[in-house]
């Protein structure tokens, strides 16, 4: 079956440091690629997505790139804040159709002034 | 504004009771799903439903149960038969279930303890 293997935590980090979060994942076929966050007491949001092999996906200085030949999906922040204080989720989703997101147990940041 | 509301936030309930927690979106989304959220686990699915009257038990259903009498409504019930249902719970949305980039949109999550 389906899974997302992500790297553990806790990730402690000074502010303006660099962010990798190691994502590799197992699935049939073509899969899409998520990471979600969530910041403490509140629900998931997506951060990024990408939905086939050499996709990049980016959104507020976060970068993910789909690695078919790694099966990776490492989420990249250049410069982190205190504001990115969170737990990250990767997920897949498998092939057209499919509706069940398979979610990696999730990485929490802390982001030190 | 568009979204997906839960409520309540926090909810405790006694052993033996069965409590039902809400889930409603503004989206005009087809589809719903509840997820369980436990401590450094990720998400596991526990119901989903494609369209109004219609639910497919997802990996965890044992213990729980739901309906969808209306597009925007989509309700769990906790029942005394789950065993260890202190968890936080998810709701989420998507517009369709086909399509490769479906986004799914979640609601804020309701924490439920049992006393």
């Known amino acids: 079956g389906d899974s997302v293997t992500q790297m553990e935590g806790p990730v402690t980090l000074s502010e303006e440091a660099f962010l990798t979060i190691n994502c590799t994942y197992t699935?049939?076929?073509?899969?899409?690629l998520f990471w979600y966050v969530q910041y403490p007491g509140e629900g998931l949001q997506l951060l990024l997505k990408?939905?086939?092999?050499?996709d990049k996906g980016s959104n507020k200085g976060f970068e993910a790139t789909y690695r078919k030949e790694t099966t990776s999906f490492h989420l990249e922040k250049g410069s982190v804040q205190v504001s990115d204080s969170a737990v990250y989720f990767c997920?897949?989703?498998?092939?057209?159709?499919?509706?069940?997101?398979?979610f990696g147990k999730g990485t929490k940041l802390s982001v030190i002034p | 504004d568009g979204g997906i509301t839960q409520s309540p936030k926090y909810l405790f309930r006694k052993e033996g009771q069965n409590v039902t927690l809400s889930c409603e979106q503004n989206?005009?989304?087809?589809?719903m799903y509840w997820y369980r959220q436990d401590p450094g686990q990720g998400l596991r699915l526990i119901y989903y439903?494609?369209?109004?009257?219609?639910?497919q038990k997802g990996d965890i259903a044992e213990g729980y149960s739901v309906s969808r009498e209306k597009k925007e409504s989509f309700p769990l019930t906790v029942t005394s038969a789950q065993k260890n249902p202190t968890a936080f719970y998810l709701c989420?949305?998507?517009?369709?279930?086909?399509?490769?980039?479906?986004?799914?949109?979640f609601g804020p999550g309701t924490r439920l303890t049992v006393l």
């Open positions: 989420a949305s998507t517009r369709g279930l086909a399509g490769r980039s479906e986004t799914q949109y």
């Open positions: 699935a049939t076929g073509y899969p899409s």
């Open positions: 990408a939905t086939k092999a050499d």
């Open positions: 997920a897949l989703l498998s092939g057209a159709g499919s509706y069940q997101l398979t």
């Open positions: 989206l005009n989304h087809d589809a």
């Open positions: 439903s494609q369209i109004v009257n219609d639910f």
